[in-house]
C-alpha cells in the first residue's frame, strides 16, 4: 500500500519529478544545466512541461548529480532515493564528509553509474591504498620524532 506521499510522487510527470529532484538536492536549474552541458532553458523546458524529458543518458547522469533513483526520475516508480543513495548520505553524515570530491581524474557520476560489484571491488582497494600510505606516513613521522 503506498503511503499518500509516494502516491504523490508516483503521479508526477518527469519534469514535476526532475523539479523535486533539484529541491531534494538543494540544486537549482542552473548548476543542473551546467553539470549536463545543456542550456538552462532546456532544463526549465523539461520541468515545465514543453519538453518530455532529457536525454537517457542525460536522465542519468542528471539522477547521479542530485542523488537521486535514476529509475524513479525516469519512470516515477520506487522511491526517489535509493537504498545505496540513503546508505552512502549515512555514512557522510556519520564520518563529517562534506561531499567534497577529492579525485580529479576520476568524477562521482562515473563511479555511482558502475555496477555494485564494481564499486565495492573500489571501494575495498581503495582503502586498502589508503591505509598503505597512511602506514608510511605515520612511519615517516617515528623516524623523524
Partial sequence: ??????SMLSSMTYGERLDQALKLAG????SLATELGVSVQA?????SGKTK????????????????????LATGKGAPHTDRHLQAESANQATGNS???????VNHQRISALPEEAIEFI??????LVQQ???KVLDKKRSIG
Avoid at 500500500?1 to 509516494?6: F, I
Avoid at 540544486?27 to 542552473?30: F, L, M, T, Y
Avoid at 532544463?43 to 520541468?47: A, E
Avoid at 571501494?123 to 586498502?128: G, K, P, Q, R, V
Fill in 27 to 30: 540544486k537549482d536549474a542552473k
Fill in 1 to 6: 500500500m503506498l503511503t499518500a506521499y509516494e
Fill in 123 to 128: 571501494d575495498e582497494n581503495l582503502d586498502a
Fill in 133 to 135: 600510505w597512511e602506514r
Fill in 99 to 105: 561531499g567534497n570530491w577529492p579525485f580529479r581524474r
Fill in 53 to 72: 524529458a532529457l536525454t537517457a543518458e542525460n536522465s542519468a547522469f542528471a539522477a547521479v548529480y542530485l542523488g537521486v533513483s535514476s529509475v524513479w
Fill in 43 to 47: 532544463v526549465y523546458q523539461v520541468i
